[in-house]
T-cell receptor
């Protein structure tokens, strides 16, 4: 059973566009929702994270929108750049205890010049 | 990736061979994890360790064993490698609720 569903699998935008990646979760006990960015040949790196007590969080050009009632959250990249081309993973976990992260399947983003 | 070191970076095994993937941290955190990454499958948890001397199964533990003999190191062992274990393996360290996980740079394993 896939606990975090991510879409789309791949996304191509032009420089300056606003790619949006969506995730949906099933377990209402999840209380921590990070996004990771991965470049080819590298390990994933934490990009931004949100907790369910807020509906939006911004860090630079990256914004997470969170809809607790719909059990959905999304990543928006404002003014996207070719350097943003990477694979993005959403994830979820329950804070406290082992805090295992459950990942979505990833979205490969390509930003064309 | 600073703080988490994985060795080797690349490995080719023949079916039935065994090997151990090594992971070491220099950040003094308790929780460590092994994930595998396959195309279109995202990252799937193999095993994790909440502290020195403790380990527990994740989503896809079959065919693997782990060892956490001290706080610094968490190793993943394939006793009898199978082609289905061809993957990229990542070790991760939980660096806190705000900082999430720090991942190593990965081990690309091919089983032929």
């Amino acid at each position: 059973q896939q606990q975090v569903k991510q879409s789309p699998q791949s996304l191509i935008v032009q420089k300056g566009g606003i790619p949006i990646i969506n995730c949906a979760y099933e377990n209402t006990a999840f209380d921590y929702f990070p996004w990771y960015q991965q470049f080819p040949g590298k390990g994933p790196a934490l990009l931004i994270a949100i907790r369910p007590d807020v509906s939006e969080k911004k860090e630079g050009r990256f914004t997470i929108s969170f809809n607790k009632s719909a059990k959905q959250f999304s990543l928006h990249i404002m003014d996207s750049q070719p350097g943003d081309s990477a694979t993005y993973f959403c994830a979820a976990s329950i804070q406290g205890g082992s805090e295992k992260l459950v990942f979505g399947k990833g979205t490969k983003l390509t930003v064309n010049p | 990736n600073a703080g988490v070191t994985q060795t080797p970076k690349f490995q080719v095994l023949k079916t039935g061979q065994s090997m151990t993937l090594q992971c070491a941290q220099d950040m003094n955190h308790n929780s460590m994890y092994w994930y595998r990454q396959d195309p279109g499958m995202g990252l799937r948890l193999i095993y994790y360790s909440a502290s020195e001397g403790t380990t527990d199964k994740g989503e896809v533990p079959n065919g693997y064993n782990v060892s956490r003999l001290n706080k610094r190191e968490f190793s993943l062992r394939l006793e009898s490698a199978a082609p289905s274990q061809t993957s990229v393996y990542f070790c991760a360290l939980r660096t806190g609720p705000t900082y999430g996980y720090t991942f190593g740079s990965g081990t690309r394993l091919t089983v032929v």
